[in-house]
């Protein structure tokens, strides 16, 4: 209110009641937002929406007799829909569970988005990276500034290790020095807290915020917003580009909500950027369909080959474990590991069998841990072990991506399982060898026979590693 | 459309057991997995003669009235239906749910105590008001302990030569329930017990 003021003093022609709070404009642009849950007071949302700058609409709408449309989520899935008697109306309402986490949107409660004036944008935003790029990196950086300029979708299929996120930076600054907005989405917690920090690093004075489930939120408007895809719920014609990093994870590629989420949150002429090192089918197609860009990168950075997997059988190892032994081969693994003060990490197809293997590889060394992905520890671990404070981890396939540990080993126990398909594991044998000092390593696949998804996944990375260096 | 976990979305398989077909119980509405989450409060851990709990204040639990409470996610009355009908249908005692204050119903949007009943299909009768809207939980325990008055009997509240049954979420310090039973006893309750489904 006292910005408010002395910025009329300064302004004469202005008069009280029709100057936006910057404040409130800043927090709003781009967002659809519970209006419950915003910082502002009710008065001053009455005010903004008196002056035309917000506008308000119910949280869920009717469609039809049996159907209803959240109008944050979008989504439209009838049995996500609840009616009741609702104490605050004295009637009838409804509310969506889809996006409940974020705080209940129902036919009674409204969402805020902002529509008066554009927040002031800076195109002043220095990039500080003093990094070079391999021939590869960067013909696939001109390519994508090619599609940004051009407003066309793109998608970079890098492999695992080749340095994708460095491809990224040049695209990112050039839309930041157009004043553009840009969000970098992926469907991984784990990824937002690996990217935030780089960014953040080559983009000092750029405002950046990082939103993910139990992230604080700050009121700002931040031109670059690096999120989790479910965050982007609550955005709304907000961003100029948004980058899909991770774009095959889980639970994106599932859910068809969370593509209309990213689709929702940017301006509708806005092109979307993938990136992923094992694209599907179908992402393959609808780039081709939409003639988008399209970058590839078959080496890793420092150009060595990616590691192919071996294959060594592990018969009846639930029916081991279970019985409370190792089999004998991974113990040896494991030791060859310690021993070597490489440090690793072994891959369990489900939570239960890893947790009844965790007491009997502590028999081998007493600081092996493991993480899945309810674990609120998972971070602390995964720094433990990137320190060599532990000398392993057990893990689900929550750590198949995003994390870069130099040296590390990998087993994956079970790859015969069906949680384990052709892209989970070649994202779990990009783990392995991606430093510069340490380009190789052992990947084993542990199996009680072998599947069409392991065959898949090692063509895939023979095919890889034969493709033409010349093609540039 | 099949049936979905209320709280891990996982398609839930139906199955008709001999409990369910002789003695009409209600299909769950949770799996399995999430259901084994939760700890049933045995005999012996039980700390008050006239409270009975039925489960234990552990993560799953934490989680579960975060959602049902402070996300206001309503269809979830149904998850213990089974048990809260368990301990009380076959019980002689007019049922008394702990009340919520008009202000607070007005925010939550429902009032929890009741739902859990009317979905185990319980009859309730309400005896009691709440008189301050201050929340339990932003106080401290000492602070708690020594409050004022929660609750006033109604002013139709009719006392009968009877047991009662008064029925919270949550029993902490226990001088909620204390409380609400001394109105009753004063008012003439020859006997009054409780249950919750949480004991903290
Ligand atoms: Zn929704
Ligand atoms: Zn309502
Ligand atoms: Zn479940």
């Given at each position: 209110?006292r910005?408010?003021?002395?910025?009329?003093?300064?302004?004469?022609?202005?008069?009280?009641?029709?100057?936006?709070?910057?404040?409130?404009?800043?927090?709003?642009?781009?967002?659809?937002?519970?209006?419950?849950?915003?910082?502002?007071?009710?008065?001053?949302?009455?005010?903004?929406?008196?002056?035309?700058?917000?506008?308000?609409?119910?949280?869920?709408?009717?469609?039809?007799?049996?159907?209803?449309?959240?109008?944050?989520?979008?989504?439209?899935?009838?049995?996500?829909?609840?009616?009741?008697?609702?104490?605050?109306?004295?009637?009838?309402?409804?509310?969506?569970?889809?996006?409940?986490?974020?705080?209940?949107?129902?036919?009674?409660s409204?969402?805020?988005?902002?529509?008066?004036?554009?927040?002031?944008?800076?195109?002043?935003?220095?990039?500080?990276?003093?990094?070079?790029?391999?021939?590869?990196?960067?013909?696939?950086?001109?390519?994508?500034?090619?599609?940004?300029?051009?407003?066309?979708?793109?998608?970079?299929?890098?492999v695992?290790?080749?340095?994708?996120?460095?491809?990224?930076?040049?695209?990112?600054?050039?839309?930041?020095?157009?004043?553009?907005?840009?969000?970098?989405?992926?469907?991984?917690?784990?990824?937002?807290?690996?990217?935030?920090?780089?960014?953040?690093?080559?983009?000092?004075?750029?405002?950046?915020?990082?939103?993910?489930?139990?992230?604080?939120?700050?009121?700002?408007?931040?031109?670059?917003v690096?999120?989790?895809?479910?965050?982007?719920?609550?955005?709304?014609?907000?961003?100029?580009?948004?980058?899909?990093?991770?774009?095959?994870?889980?639970?994106?590629?599932?859910?068809?909500?969370?593509?209309?989420?990213?689709?929702?949150?940017?301006?509708s002429?806005?092109?979307?950027?993938?990136?992923?090192?094992?694209?599907?089918?179908?992402?393959?197609?609808?780039?081709?369909?939409?003639?988008?860009?399209?970058?590839?990168?078959?080496?890793?950075?420092?150009?060595?080959?990616l590691?192919?997997?071996?294959?060594?059988?592990?018969?009846?190892?639930?029916?081991?474990?279970?019985?409370?032994?190792?089999?004998?081969?991974?113990?040896?693994?494991?030791?060859?590991?310690?021993?070597?003060?490489?440090?690793?990490?072994?891959?369990?197809?489900?939570i239960?069998?890893?947790?009844?293997?965790?007491?009997?590889?502590?028999?081998?060394?007493?600081?092996?841990?493991?993480?899945?992905?309810?674990?609120?520890?998972?971070?602390?671990?995964?720094?433990?072990?990137?320190?060599?404070?532990?000398?392993?981890?057990?893990?689900?396939?929550?750590?198949?991506?995003?994390?870069?540990?130099?040296?590390?080993?990998?087993?994956?126990?079970?790859?015969?399982?069906?949680?384990?398909?052709?892209?989970?594991?070649?994202?779990?044998?990009?783990?392995v060898?991606?430093?510069?000092?340490?380009?190789?390593?052992?990947?084993?696949?542990?199996?009680?026979?072998i599947?069409?998804?392991?065959?898949?996944?090692?063509?895939?990375?023979?095919?890889?590693?034969?493709?033409?260096?010349?093609?540039? | 459309?099949?049936?979905i976990?209320?709280?891990?979305?996982?398609?839930?398989?139906?199955?008709l057991?001999?409990?369910?077909?002789?003695?009409?119980?209600?299909?769950?509405?949770?799996?399995?997995?999430?259901?084994?989450?939760?700890?049933?409060?045995?005999?012996?851990?039980?700390?008050?003669?006239?409270?009975?709990?039925?489960?234990?204040?552990?993560?799953?639990?934490?989680?579960?009235?975060?959602?049902?409470?402070?996300?206001?996610?309503?269809?979830?009355?149904?998850?213990?239906?089974?048990?809260?009908a368990?301990?009380?249908?076959?019980?002689?005692?007019?049922?008394?749910?702990?009340?919520?204050?008009?202000?607070?119903?007005?925010?939550?949007?429902?009032?929890?105590?009741?739902?859990?009943?009317?979905?185990?299909?319980?009859?309730?009768?309400?005896?009691?008001?709440?008189?301050?809207?201050?929340?339990?939980?932003?106080?401290?325990?000492?602070?708690?302990?020594?409050?004022?008055?929660?609750?006033?009997?109604?002013?139709?509240?009719?006392?009968?030569?009877?047991?009662?049954?008064?029925?919270?979420?949550?029993?902490?310090?226990?001088?909620?329930?204390?409380?609400?039973?001394?109105?009753?006893?004063e008012?003439?309750?020859?006997?009054?017990?409780?249950?919750?489904?949480?004991?903290?």
């Amino acid at each position: 209110m006292r910005k408010k003021l002395s910025k009329l003093q300064s302004n004469k022609c202005c008069y009280l009641g029709t100057l936006e709070n910057p404040s409130i404009r800043d927090f709003l642009t781009g967002r659809i937002w519970l209006r419950d849950h915003s910082p502002y007071s009710e008065e001053q949302i009455n005010q903004h929406i008196q002056l035309g700058f917000i506008s308000n609409l119910p949280g869920v709408q009717k469609l039809s007799h049996t159907n209803y449309i959240c109008n944050r989520c979008a989504n439209k899935n009838p049995t996500l829909f609840i009616k009741y008697h609702c104490a605050a109306c004295e009637n009838y309402c409804v509310y969506c569970r889809h996006c409940i986490s974020m705080g209940r949107v129902s036919s009674c409660s409204d969402l805020i988005k902002w529509i008066g004036p554009a927040p002031k944008k800076s195109s002043n935003h220095p990039f500080t990276w003093t990094g070079t790029f391999t021939p590869y990196q960067q013909k696939a950086a001109n390519e994508l500034i090619e599609s940004i300029k051009e407003n066309r979708t793109h998608l970079l299929h890098a492999v695992c290790g080749s340095g994708k996120t460095e491809i990224l930076f040049p695209a990112i600054h050039e839309c930041l020095k157009q004043g553009k907005r840009i969000a970098v989405a992926t469907p991984r917690t784990d990824v937002v807290l690996e990217l935030a920090p780089r960014l953040k690093q080559v983009f000092p004075n750029t405002n950046t915020q990082v939103l993910y489930g139990g992230a604080e939120i700050d009121n700002s408007y931040a031109p670059l917003v690096i999120a989790t895809t479910h965050q982007l719920y609550r955005f709304e014609n907000a961003f100029d580009i948004i980058i899909v990093d991770e774009a095959d994870a889980f639970p994106y590629t599932h859910d068809e909500t969370l593509q209309q989420a990213v689709i929702k949150a940017k301006k509708s002429s806005s092109p979307i950027m993938y990136v992923t090192a094992t694209p599907s089918d179908k992402l393959l197609s609808q780039i081709k369909k939409q003639q988008g860009g399209y970058s590839f990168i078959p080496r890793r950075y420092h150009g060595k080959p990616l590691p192919v997997p071996r294959y060594d059988t592990l018969w009846r190892y639930t029916k081991r474990i279970e019985s409370g032994k190792l089999p004998r081969k991974l113990i040896n693994w494991t030791h060859a590991q310690i021993q070597g003060n490489r440090p690793f990490l072994i891959f369990f197809p489900t939570i239960a069998l890893m947790e009844m293997a965790i007491p009997l590889f502590q028999q081998l060394d007493f600081n092996i841990q493991a993480v899945h992905a309810e674990d609120p520890d998972r971070k602390e671990k995964v720094l433990k072990l990137r320190a060599k404070n532990v000398p392993g981890l057990l893990t689900t396939t929550i750590l198949e991506r995003g994390i870069t540990i130099p040296n590390v080993q990998v087993a994956v126990v079970g790859a015969e399982s069906g949680i384990f398909t052709s892209s989970a594991l070649i994202q779990i044998g990009g783990r392995v060898g991606r430093s510069f000092d340490c380009p190789t390593g052992d990947l084993v696949f542990f199996h009680h026979g072998i599947s069409v998804e392991m065959d898949v996944a090692r063509k895939e990375i023979r095919r890889l590693n034969q493709t033409e260096l010349s093609t540039i | 459309m099949s049936a979905i976990c209320l709280l891990c979305s996982k398609p839930l398989k139906h199955q008709l057991t001999w409990n369910r077909f002789i003695f009409n119980e209600q299909q769950p509405v949770i799996c399995p997995t999430c259901h084994s989450k939760f700890e049933c409060v045995k005999p012996e851990q039980q700390k008050s003669p006239h409270v009975h709990a039925l489960f234990h204040y552990n993560e799953a639990m934490k989680d579960f009235l975060h959602q049902y409470k402070f996300l206001k996610d309503i269809v979830l009355k149904d998850v213990f239906r089974q048990e809260i009908a368990n301990a009380l249908k076959n019980v002689d005692a007019i049922i008394v749910p702990i009340p919520m204050h008009p202000d607070k119903m007005k925010t939550r949007t429902f009032a929890h105590i009741d739902e859990l009943l009317k979905a185990a299909g319980i009859p309730y009768t309400h005896l009691l008001e709440k008189i301050s809207s201050e929340s339990q939980s932003s106080k401290s325990k000492s602070g708690r302990e020594q409050s004022a008055q929660l609750f006033r009997l109604k002013l139709d509240a009719n006392i009968e030569n009877r047991s009662y049954i008064l029925i919270d979420d949550i029993v902490t310090t226990g001088t909620t329930l204390e409380q609400a039973k001394a109105i009753l006893i004063e008012a003439g309750a020859p006997s009054v017990k409780a249950l919750t489904l949480i004991q903290g």
